[in-house]
């Protein structure tokens, strides 16, 4: 952030003060991110539960049953949606050389034998 500065059309550049914070989006986007997997996945294996639950309960009642069942299959495929945004914000990141889900690629290794992501 010290480093930038907006330069003018007659040549004159106007820097930031001294004394400004050094601050990185980086870390914020990589909380974020986490953060919402972390609760995307939280509330699908709980829906996951509740039509599990409505479904034994639901007594042989057809409509119960039919509704459980579409929560159920709701979130199943709420969960492959999530861990395919997943793996496409991991491989975008990739493509322009960013570490958006803070993957340590050193964490892939094992007796010598790296698998890179």
């Not at 004159?12 to 986490?34: C, H, M, R, Y």
């Amino acid at each position: 952030m010290k480093e930038l500065a907006l330069t003018l059309p007659d040549g004159k550049t106007i820097t930031p003060p001294g004394n400004a914070p050094d601050v990185e989006i980086s870390p914020i986007i990589q909380f974020l991110i986490s953060f919402l997997f972390v609760g995307a996945v939280l509330l699908t294996l709980f829906f996951l539960v509740y039509g599990g639950i409505s479904f034994i309960t639901s007594g042989g009642d057809k409509q119960k049953v039919v509704q459980a069942r579409l929560r159920i299959t709701y979130a199943i495929v709420g969960l492959i949606i999530i861990f395919l945004s997943f793996f496409i914000i991991n491989f975008i990141g990739g493509l322009f050389g960013l570490n958006l889900l803070n993957i340590n690629p050193e964490a892939f290794c094992q007796n010598g034998v790296c698998i890179t992501p």
